[in-house]
């Protein structure tokens, strides 16, 4: 069972940039598919970004692509995603999810493909 815990959120203006990490303890063994999604009231979870650690394979929205990316430090267990050039629409509870590959049936941004959830951090961007 793995535990991830995501830090980083703020409020920032249109413009400002921030980043998130997600540190993962527990048993993250085989855990080689990590996740950014967001969420605002009233929507649907989104998936922002998600990375296949062992390839190095990236994938993006299009809503963040080109502004956003996502990256992992192996040695400390940590996954970032770089957010430059906020906008309002950015404003959503983020969260990072964590899934093995072997278990994943569909595509990258299905939230039900996750077994492996952070409690979210909150991004708020001011125009």
């Known amino acids: 069972q793995a535990q991830l815990a995501e830090s980083g959120g703020g409020s920032v203006q249109a413009g400002g940039s921030l980043t998130l990490s997600c540190i993962e303890s527990g048993d993250t063994f085989g855990v080689n598919v990590m996740g950014w999604f967001r969420q605002a009231p009233g929507k649907e979870r989104e998936g922002v970004a998600a990375?296949?650690?062992?390839?190095?394979?990236?994938f993006y929205s299009d809503s963040v692509k080109g502004r956003f990316t996502i990256s992992q430090d192996n040695d400390k267990n940590t996954v970032y995603l770089q957010m430059n050039s906020l906008t309002p629409d950015d404003t959503c509870l983020y969260y990072c999810a964590a899934e093995h590959v072997a278990h994943m049936h569909g595509t990258w941004n299905e939230d039900e493909e996750y077994t492996y959830w952070g409690q979210g951090t909150q991004v708020t961007v001011s125009s």
């Open positions: 990375i296949y650690t062992n390839l190095g394979l990236t």
